[in-house]
């Protein structure tokens, strides 16, 4: 029996290497001084989506909300043979904490239509929350199966899986539909495929292309690039290259429920611990100098 | 979300699995007493479960002042559906103004799906709470005595502060092992509360096929903070000094290459290049001389506090805080400078 998966990944910055490079002057992150990497985790959820249709059938919709630029993890699941790409980028989704990022990715997939699995990785490097599966999973009125780390079998539409809940693992079953979240010891992603990555290096949103298109015809004016645009659109459409872009109307989304209006959650303050290594403080060994110490560990909040 | 409600208590999500408490619900408890005690209102716990002899008198010694006990056959082994209904439906009964859920992975996947329910906020592994006034820049409007949630994000680079204005409860998952317990007294007062909640079958979505319970392995990985020893602290016995560090520090206990080689602890314990690369918040070095192949896999910490009784030992180079000194003195003095802060 074939199924139809959904696929959720997220373009992250690598914060696995934050250099005194990557730290602007007031201590805060410059997250564009970062290399954009594919989200570790979602990796595994890639591959465990893959696999479920390699085996019965079926198909696999990557979904990514971000920049124009997040269309290079949709290429990299393309490369891997996923189905369909899709980017939702929107302005108005900027600052979205995990609720109303859960809220326009649930719309989403309900957008996208029918469906079975929906993937996700367990976490992402930026945030570290875990939170937006399981509040995608309560959005659109799933069971949620977290921590996967094996997908035993799926027999007709009842799922069977091993999660890892921290103080040992489980195997437990569900009906479909469902939403799991995928951890990193879950299986080994394929490499990319040769013959996807020349077929699909040239694919593209269309935001990309008006930016290609804007930096090759500086002189030209605004209606002719914009011809030039459609055109290889069309181009790329016809080809099977065009990666989907959607934005907030074209699901339909409540506008007070996205970015900051429809975010709980709000950032009041933000101060950096990366320290730039220059000789160190020299601590006597007395009551007095550990004592002071462990007062700057505690006030910088090193110490929970 | 629900009303804001200003004298509404501090809640506990008190996760047990088969009829024991986790221990970070104890730490909680701890937490939510002071934050209630600040705020001037009662402290709770609501506790889930199929067989819960002994827990709420226990919650009530730790510091809550009410715990509403959920008691269902059903709800033998955790999952997602009933619980989350179950916490869900006490909350909007009870609209408490905070509810605090353990960073433990069933709390993770738990307190998300109520907030999620709620259409309230939730903020994951915090590392500190406290209560403030906190104005709004772009209302131009303060907001009183708001719970203030305080975690590392971007891999432990940053130290974010998150609030919630107004759309409550004030919701978030603590880390393990970052809020000190409270030694509990049994004759405290507190009242214990038959809740029923209506649990209909279709929430039990999920069926448990088989179930292995393990001891949880060394999450060095994971650690926010760790205390590791090596080669300098001389016996498998003494080896006992980096456990209580650790334990006061309310982190993993990690180890040199020497230290492992020489006994000391199991390998699982070894950080560096043979061993796990990890990036705490804090690095404890103690009697470790810092060889490049353990420099490695430590030096990325945010913070490193290097003890050796010797001044060229090459783990300074990485510090910093430098201690020379013998760690056998200066390990009970970290021990109680950080037992006198809590």
Same mark, same amino acid.
């Given at each position: ?304 | ?40 209102? +009662? ?23 009410? #715990? ?45 799906? #109520? ?99 393990? +001891? ?84 990325? +910490? ?41």
């Amino acid at each position: 029996m074939p199924y139809d998966c959904v696929l959720m990944v997220k373009q992250v910055p690598d914060t696995t290497n934050v250099t005194a490079d990557a730290m602007r002057k007031d201590g805060t992150v410059n997250r564009g001084a970062l290399p954009a990497i594919f989200n570790p985790e979602d990796k595994y959820a890639l591959e465990a989506a893959l696999e479920v249709r390699d085996r019965h059938g079926g198909s696999v919709t990557a979904i990514s909300m971000g920049p124009p630029k997040a269309a290079d993890i949709l290429r990299e699941c393309l490369y891997r043979g996923v189905d369909r790409a899709i980017l939702l980028t929107d302005r108005r989704a900027a600052a979205s904490d995990t609720l109303a990022t859960s809220y326009i990715l649930a719309q989403a997939v309900k957008t996208i239509g029918r469906f079975d699995i929906v993937f996700a990785g367990r976490q992402a490097i930026d945030g570290d929350t875990a939170q937006v599966g399981p509040q995608c999973a309560q959005k659109l009125g799933v069971t949620q199966i977290t921590y996967l780390e094996e997908l035993v079998s799926i027999e007709d539409r009842t799922i069977r899986i091993r999660r890892n809940f921290g103080d040992g693992w489980e195997i437990v079953e569900a009906e479909l539909p469902v939403l799991v979240t995928v951890m990193n010891t879950a299986n080994r992603p394929r490499p990319a495929a040769a013959r996807k990555i020349m077929r699909f290096k040239r694919a593209r949103v269309e935001m990309e292309v008006a930016s290609e298109v804007s930096a090759a015809m500086k002189s030209a004016s605004a209606d002719e690039r914009a011809d030039q645009v459609a055109r290889r659109v069309d181009t790329l459409r016809e080809g099977g290259l065009l990666i989907e872009q959607w934005d907030l109307d074209t699901i339909g989304a409540d506008l007070s429920r996205c970015g900051l209006a429809g975010s709980p959650t709000k950032v009041y303050k933000v101060q950096s611990i990366v320290l730039t290594k220059e000789g160190y403080t020299e601590v006597p060994p007395t009551e007095e100098a550990t004592r002071q110490m462990i007062r700057e560990l505690i006030v910088d909040h090193t110490l929970g | 979300m629900i009303e804001i409600n200003r004298q509404g208590e501090v809640w506990v999500y008190a996760e047990q699995q088969d009829g024991e408490l986790q221990e970070v619900v104890l730490e909680l408890c701890g937490k939510a007493r002071e934050l209630a005690n600040t705020l001037g209102v +009662a402290a709770g716990a609501v506790l889930p479960g199929a067989s819960l002899q002994g827990l709420p008198e226990r919650l009530i010694a730790h510091g809550m002042d009410r #715990v509403y006990v959920v008691q269902d056959d059903r709800l033998g082994f955790y999952q997602t559906g009933p619980y989350s209904r179950a916490v869900g439906a006490l909350i909007e009964k009870h609209l408490p103004q905070i509810v605090l859920y353990g960073a433990t992975p069933l709390g993770r996947d738990l307190a998300p799906r #109520v907030g999620s329910e709620m259409r309230a906020g939730m903020t994951a592994d915090c590392t500190d709470l406290e209560i403030k006034d906190v104005m709004d820049s772009r209302a131009k409007e303060t907001h009183e005595k708001l719970l203030l949630q305080i975690r590392p994000a971007f891999g432990g680079n940053i130290i974010a502060t998150i609030v919630n204005y107004d759309m409550w409860p004030q919701m978030a998952t603590v880390r393990e092992g970052v809020m000190p317990m409270v030694e509990p007294d049994s004759s405290r007062p507190g009242e214990i509360i038959e809740e029923h909640v209506e649990l209909p079958d279709e929430l039990f979505a999920v069926r448990l096929i088989e179930r292995h319970v393990e +001891a949880r392995t060394v999450n060095l990985k994971g650690a926010r903070v760790i205390a590791a020893g090596g080669g300098g602290v001389g016996s498998r016995q003494k080896f006992r000094l980096i456990h209580e560090l650790a334990g006061a520090i309310g982190g993993a206990v990690g180890a040199s290459r020497a230290a492992v080689d020489n006994g000391y602890i199991g390998k699982e314990h070894q950080i560096g290049q043979t061993g796990t690369t990890v990036r705490p918040a804090l690095y404890i070095a103690a009697g470790i001389s810092g060889a490049v192949q353990h420099r490695a896999g430590m030096e990325e +910490a945010a913070k490193i506090i290097a003890i050796n009784t010797d001044p060229e030992a090459p783990i300074f180079s990485v510090a910093h805080y430098g201690i020379v000194g013998d760690l056998d003195k200066v390990i009970p003095m970290l021990i109680r400078a950080v037992k006198e802060r809590r």
